[in-house]
């Protein structure tokens, strides 16, 4: 049976694309890990929350929390599911990122893996596509414009539109459920922070802040809370899921042990919002890891491993809840694959493909 021990992976992309996985590879040595370590017991701050209407300032000393630490064991056995083709394609599509033609763009299939078609087609890196929620546009991350910016574009390829200004690492888009906003990290003042913008007009806000590194923040399906990879217990360290409200207030831990060489990454949102997705990235040496598709509850609880998954791998939930998609294999040989909610079956959707997000 497979665990999150059995897969030594790499990256499923460079990862200097990558703002966590940037920091993740930085760190991997003894050296680094020992700085780290001192910094982390350094780490002692206000925490500042940031609302996008009014400014919310929250400080851990006068109350304002910050969250419980979940202490976690080294992951479970999880069963073996058992391998099948792509699933029924229903009206479903998925977008992700392939290299299939020579350079990273973004493609969308049907769930049973047929009709691909190719969206974009700039000599630029595009890559981490997401849904609007009517399925009417996509937001993704290219450099076309020297750097990583925040882009907006019809389901079909058109009408691109360029969201952010700022030339700071813009990273992992998520739409919120009613349309109106799209969350992502980007880099101020030293670290990655959570940023709030409108789709279509208006300038970028401060959502939320704190003395670490915030980002692949994902909307639960009622649009209250955000689910978000942060630092925070330990800075440069370790990197744990927390929830933070709408607004940037409430921040939460869901999972945090800084001593078990575990990073909990990638959160995803089950459509009823009864399970959480989340990549379990163990460190077995200096820049070797082990990574499992694994699930929890909204509170941190029940953490299963479902199968192996290549390193720091995103997943998204299909529209009726049973099935997830995530990125299997390693680095050169990565595919869109998918697995029941219950680890009973799985299967590929498709070759060559990563950051799948199913609508």
Known sequence: MKTVHDVVGVPPRDLGDDLVGRRLHARRTEGDTWRATQRSLLAVGSLLLFACEDQVFGNPDAGEPVGTTVPREPAPQAPAPVPEGPPPAGDSRIAFVSDRDGNREIYTVNADGTRLVRLTNDPAKDEAPVWSPDGSRIAFISDRSGGPELYVMNADGSHVVRRTFTGSYAQDPSWSPDGTKIVYSAVSDGSANLWSVHPDVGAPCLLFTSPGWEAQAAWSPDGTRLALVSDWFAYD???????????????????????????????????????????????????????????????????????????????????????????????????????????????????????????
């Open 237 to 359: 360290f370790v990197y744990d899921i927390h929830l933070i409200n709408a607004d940037g207030s409430g921040f939460t831990a869901l999972t945090g042990d800084i001593f078990d060489h575990v990073d909990y990454l990638r959160p995803s949102w089950s459509p009823n919002g009864a399970k959480i997705a989340v990549a379990i990235t163990k460190t077995v040496g200096i820049d070797q890891y082990v990574t499992a598709l694994g699930v929890m509850n909204p509170d941190g609880g029940g953490l299963t491993p479902l199968i192996a998954a290549a390193d720091w791998t995103k997943s998204s939930w299909s529209p009726d809840g049973e099935r997830i998609a995530f990125t299997s294999g390693v680095a050169g040989h990565l595919d869109v694959s998918w697995v029941m909610g219950n680890a009973s079956s799985s299967g590929t959707i498709i070759t060559n493909g990563w950051d799948p997000d199913w609508h």
